[in-house]
């Protein structure tokens, strides 16, 4: 079954409040509307960028009838904290994992993951955690936000190495979804992410290409105001 029908099925309908994040999958929020619900947005985990079960239960009120959780770039939302809280509330939890590109086997990004985190300088690199499959290597470029990414974004590309804004607008910042609340881990993140490649096929020599095209920039560029 897809959310929209497992949202059905567990009787959720008009009026009834499904909680899901901003970062990313617009179609989650699409799904909460098709089954007649109305997605409120949390905030993500700073480190996973999956929604945060404290955020969740921030926005929690008595309509409050799910909770759809998204695994994101490799990395696993807190599905224990959320199941805590999904019982304790009586609340109905969804997971769904990120559909992109496996990019090759787990192993072999992993192995492509310890060779960035180890020489790349200037971008925050990903926290090592338990399991990350690196379907992503999602860095941070520090600075003056959005504009600083977007210019070194285009900086990496014109010296060949294919980087991707992974989200360039929160769902809660879409006209149709629009809503007048700050989720300020969400929109941070949205400001500063860069996807650098890490897919198991790439050779030592893309790999050091994407190392020396960073490092080069130094991770941050003239501010651009």
């Not at 985990?45 to 921030?58: E, N, S």
């Not at 939302?77 to 959320?82: F, I, R």
């Not at 629009?178 to 020599?205: C, F, H, K, N, Y």
């Amino acid at each position: 079954m897809g959310t929209v029908e497992l949202l059905k099925a567990a009787g959720v309908g008009l009026g009834d409040e499904v909680v899901v994040p901003a970062y990313g999958n617009v179609e989650v929020a699409e799904a909460a509307v098709a089954a007649g619900g109305l997605p409120v947005f949390a905030d993500i985990d700073p480190v996973t960028y999956c929604i945060d079960p404290r955020a969740v239960q921030a926005v929690l009120t008595p309509r409050t009838a799910a909770v759809v959780a998204v695994h994101r770039f490799g990395q696993s939302a807190d599905m224990a904290g959320l199941g805590e809280l999904a019982r304790r509330e009586g609340l109905l939890l969804l997971e769904q994992v990120e559909e992109r590109g496996m990019y090759g086997d787990a192993a072999g990004r992993r192995g492509n993951a310890a060779y960035l985190h180890g020489r790349l300088r200037g971008v925050e690199t990903p926290v090592e955690v338990r399991g990350h499959t690196y379907q992503q290597f999602v860095v941070r470029v520090p600075g003056n936000g959005r504009p600083d990414r977007d210019a070194f974004a285009r900086a990496l590309r014109a010296k060949g190495v294919d980087c991707r804004v992974p989200v360039k607008t929160p769902v809660h910042r879409m006209s149709e979804f629009r809503r007048d609340i700050v989720l300020s881990e969400t929109e941070l993140a949205a400001d500063q992410t860069l996807a650098l490649p890490v897919g198991s096929g790439m050779t030592r020599r893309e790999l050091h290409r994407v190392v020396s095209a960073c490092n080069a920039l130094g991770g941050l560029l003239q501010p651009a105001f």
